[in-house]
């Protein structure tokens, strides 16, 4: 079977595609998006978070690690839906929370009551990104909140209405205040029903020329029948807060006692040379000092789309873990790791060409 290499993003902005002959970079001006991803919302790097509770400020297990909401004035069903935005307390990643009002008793109201608190919401969190900075290196702010209603509010009767409703606000409000939006779906069927949604109604990328919206369509449909590999490279991660390579090795030898004013030499060879050079002369320290830098939480919205596509090869230049923390939200059994775990027919793999930055864990083996 042959394989496909879809490249890293390396920035917001900035599209790569494999093409059969050659490599081809586009530079777009991308509008203001809503991205659906599989994901846990908890561990996605956002500027905001949405997260839903009820007029008695409930909040279900999974969410009780973004806090607890705060009421504010005029809180209640017809009033005030949105709590004021707060510092998330669970992770290091700076990210602010707002609790939303989406009810937990849906026979007291209709779908359009439920869609009235996430437009307040989504209005909120654009009151909270203005005249901040943008953080993780994004070009827009991102805002992301899951399939509101569904779960503990108690909208599953009508979940498709509920689906088409949320969408219909996410691509408007991030229209009037042009950040970017993720949907992030906990259950596989929702997100293969936004996207069956997004297919039926046609509609492509105004952002992208009909070259790569060609491309794009091509690798979709490689995605689909399992002939799609990825090679993600420093830019998938950092829009989750890490360091390119050549910020890296600067880092890194600041740490050296014998490079720490010679970083500009490093950067006139290939990276990974210049880490093992630091490696050399770091020795244990290099290990706890690239832990510092590459250590993050918080996964990216990329790391999400991704590993949403489920392909079964993957590789990667990275020394981080983002890419398997996103696959733990999207896999049964998450990718085994080359060359430390053996390949196994039938199970997705994910080779890591430079290694990373844990030791490997006990049992395993170089396959």
Partial sequence: MPVRVLSKYSSPCVALAALPDKRLTVRVNAAAHTFVVQADLTRLACDVVLVPTDVLLNVTPHWKSLGQPRKPPGWNNL????????????????????????????????????????????????????????????????????????????????????????????????????????????????????????????????????????????????ARTGQLALFLGAGISQP??????????????????SYANRSEELQQIPAIDAARLLEKDLGKQFRVSLRRELSRPLHAVGHALLASLRTAEAITTNFDALYEQACAATFDDRPRKLPWQKAEPGQAWLLKMHGERRPRAPGDQPG
């Fill in 240 to 257: 989750a807060g890490l360091p390119s390579w050549a910020e890296l090795i600067q880092r890194l030898a600041e740490d050296s006692p």
């Fill in 79 to 222: 009033g005030v839906r949105v709590t004021s935005a707060t510092c998330d307390p669970s992770h290091g990643q700076s990210r602010f929370v707002q609790w939303v009002n989406t009810g937990s008793h849906p026979s007291l109201a209709d779908v359009e009551w439920l869609i009235e608190g996430v437009r307040q919401a989504l209005d909120a969190a654009g009151d909270t990104v203005h005249d901040k900075p943008i953080l993780n290196a994004r070009v827009r702010p991102l805002v992301g909140l899951p399939l509101f209603g569904t779960g503990a509010g108690g909208y599953d009767a009508v979940r498709g209405e509920v689906l088409d409703a949320i969408l219909t606000e996410c691509e408007a409000a991030a229209g009037r205040h042009g950040y970017d939006v993720v949907i992030a779906c906990w259950h596989r069927s929702d997100y293969a029903a936004f996207q069956a949604r997004r297919l039926g109604c046609g509609t492509d990328s105004p952002a992208l020329p009909d070259r790569l919206m060609t491309e794009a369509r091509r690798l979709g449909d490689l």
